[in-house]
């Protein structure tokens, strides 16, 4: 911990100056939830309005860990409760594959990517729920343009003035989460320059973005009462910041990221993201605890993951300098090596340097863009190119 640590320059060591009482140890246990892309495999475009059968199946096939999303062209997944990271990487595959094969059965394909890459909003059909037809009247054009998908992880923290606290650490750690996830260069069939647009079109909506920090549950309930209490929202499941505690589960839900196109980059994000909350609940243990640094310098690092996703540094604020990504995943792994290794998910840890070998799904997206166009491609046929990159990498590791 003490090397990785110094060259992180981020901790804070200082004991606490009163008497501690006894900290209740979370189970750290797991789900992962992620939203899929239905499309044409001959058009490439979106299904806008799919059949209905598909649903059925999927729900008879999966139960309540299928549901529909917030347009029709989206189904969302959720594991069951993960004792430990290979649990739900397992159940992960099982839901993704059966999505898979049912789509195959009704000639269309799934992908998991967090946007397509020339669909129009315009053209996309709300899911007839109450809660998103409620959404659609209450944020008008701002949530109809959600064309897009994410992957949230859920932790087993169970004492909540514990959640808050590890919330307020954790937030660091985000944007080096969201670069490793990044999927969606590109909208409405343009390279936007970033690697992670989703983001943009995310931070459209109130009520998002890195969380405040609350000294206590106390605190952060207070703040939900008044929004509550006030009218402005129903509960705090309208809170739809980068990490937040779930308003249905005693967890601390992580949403910043991208949904991984390969099913084991995303197992590596979310064993990163466990790793992460029980090494700094074990500096805890010790009286130390990570330093909280204002949102206006973690959302600069936010910027830099959306825009270039893990080609180029991100800021290391305590040495006051920027430090290439490769450097800053080798330290975190290292960092949460020993803890990572007591859960039992050392090895999904590990596995994360390889996205930066064979690249994020939008690094790979861009290349099989450019590939086509460099060989005298159009552009239509660069982009039906990405698609069936999607579609091809959604199945590896299944």
Known sequence: FGRAAARLGMVSAQPDEEPQVAIEQPTFTIGIEEEYLLVDPSTRDLVDDPTISIMKEAEEALGPQVTHEFLRAQIEVGTKVGANVPEAAADLRRLRSTVCEIADRHGLKVIAASTHPFAEWSRQQITDKDRYQMLAADLQQVVRRLVICGMHVHVGIEDPDTRIDLMNQVSYFLPHLLALTASSPFWHGHRTGLKSYRMSVFRGMPRTGLPPHFNSWGEYQRHVDAVVGAGLIEDATKLWWDVRPSNRYPTLEMRIADICTRVDDGIAVAALYQSLLGMLFQRRLGNQRWRTYENMLVSENVWRAQRYGVDEPLADFGKGELVP???????????????????????????????????????????????????????????????????EDTVVGL
Do not use: F
Request: proline share 3%; hydrophobic share 45%; charged share 25%.
């Open 325 to 391: 990504y490769p450097q800053l995943l080798d330290e975190i792994i290292e960092l949460v090596s020993p803890v990572a290794d007591e859960l039992g998910c050392l090895s999904e840890v590990e596995s994360a340097r390889g996205i930066l070998d064979r690249g994020t799904s939008a690094d790979r997206q861009m290349a099989a863009y450019d590939g086509v166009i460099e060989a005298g491609g159009t552009q239509e046929e660069g982009l039906a190119a990405v698609v069936d990159l999607l579609i």
